[in-house]
């Protein structure tokens, strides 16, 4: 049984990366309001799979190596691919199709996006490595970077509108440029992780939860567009303060 239960972490952490794959895929073929649920459900099981293993006590090696190639997939490539739709939409009007139709200044700017998962590996390679981020993080995560990438689509989809302007090269590249330089950015940023329900020691935690259900209330699943921008400020804005470092 033991042997069988300490295997149960992987097994979702590999769910994890079979979703990032399959939303990779999808956004590529067109359909990326599916990739949009593909990354979501790839959080939870990055959630649960840290869950499982604290719960059963099923720590490895290859677990921590697994599950940045499966964040790596879910949270790096699967976004940029959205990214990358979204140029395409911006194009020719369809959100993906063919790619060697295009000129070769269009294809060149709908693999620009790519780069987010370049630097996606060095923010998880980094991660892995550093002995300051056991209580908070230095740089945005892969995770909330996703979470942002599919939210915005989100509001692009059930929105249009004025937000199909962000399906044009110029916004899309300053999002690829801007979150290149986050992820591997030297600002700390406070960890989500509640370690006690008690307000004091949890005061940041429960200012960005409020902040996040009026969003949610306000944009419903389009509200991570607007919570992940105002967890990077509220989180500079606290190393300004002297409030976080990025010291070991």
């Not at 879910?74 to 959100?95: D, E, I, K, Q, R």
């Not at 139709?101 to 693999?111: A, D, K, M, P, W």
């Not at 801007?178 to 949890?202: D, H, Q, R, T």
């Not at 429960?206 to 009026?214: E, K, N």
Request: include cysteine.
């Amino acid at each position: 049984m033991m042997t069988i239960t300490r295997h149960i972490p992987n097994m979702l952490t590999c769910g994890n990366l079979l979703l990032g794959a399959l939303g990779t895929y999808m956004a590529i073929s067109g359909r990326p309001e599916l990739t949009v649920w593909a990354v979501l459900l790839a959080a939870v099981l990055d959630f649960f799979d840290g869950f499982a293993a604290r719960l059963l006590k099923a720590y490895s090696a290859i677990g921590k190596d697994l599950d940045s190639l499966a964040d790596l997939v879910s949270f790096g490539v699967a976004p940029a691919a959205v990214l990358s739709s979204m140029l395409h939409y911006h194009f020719v009007g369809t959100w993906g199709g063919e790619f060697m139709n295009l000129e070769t200044r269009q294809q060149f700017i709908l693999l620009c996006p790519f780069l987010l998962a370049a630097f996606a590996a060095l923010r998880l390679a980094k991660f892995n490595n550093d002995s300051r981020q056991t209580e908070n993080f230095i740089g945005l995560t892969t995770t909330a970077t996703a979470m942002f990438v599919v939210s915005l689509f989100y509001l692009v989809v059930s929105r249009g509108g004025a937000w199909l302007a962000f399906t044009s090269p110029l916004y899309v590249l300053i999002l690829v440029a801007v979150f290149c330089a986050l992820l591997v950015s030297e600002i700390p940023m406070f960890s989500l992780k509640f370690k006690s329900f008690e307000w004091k020691g949890n005061e940041n935690r429960y200012i960005l939860l409020i902040i996040s259900l009026v969003a949610v209330i306000l944009l419903g699943a389009g509200a991570l567009a607007l919570i992940v921008p105002v967890y990077v400020l509220y989180s500079a804005v606290l190393m300004l303060g002297g409030k976080l470092s990025a010291k070991a």
